[in-house]
């Protein structure tokens, strides 16, 4: 199934949970978060600062909601930097 064109970004398997998508709810998280960790440890290790080619790197898609104080979005972040990602925020 593809996300973008029948999800609205959201992946197939997403579907498939009971919390709210895109929220802190137990079960959408422990969905995400083996993903996010298994992306954030590729990000990682081929970021530029690394001597990698990836420069940036996009938390999530689709999504209207201010990300500003947003638990999830959060989350996401605490996760990619957990994981070794270098995060900056615009404005730097």
Do not use: C
């Amino acid at each position: 199934m593809n996300g973008e064109t029948t999800g609205g970004g959201i992946p197939g398997w997403a579907s498939n949970n009971q919390g709210a998508l895109r929220t802190n709810a137990a079960d959408y998280t422990s969905a995400w978060t083996p993903y996010i960790t298994q992306m954030a440890l590729l990000v990682a290790k081929n970021q530029i600062s690394n001597g990698g080619p990836i420069i940036m790197v996009q938390a999530e898609n689709e999504f209207s909601q201010a990300a500003t104080h947003n638990p999830y979005m959060q989350a996401i972040e605490d996760t990619y930097r957990a994981n070794g990602v270098t995060i900056r925020k615009p404005g730097f």
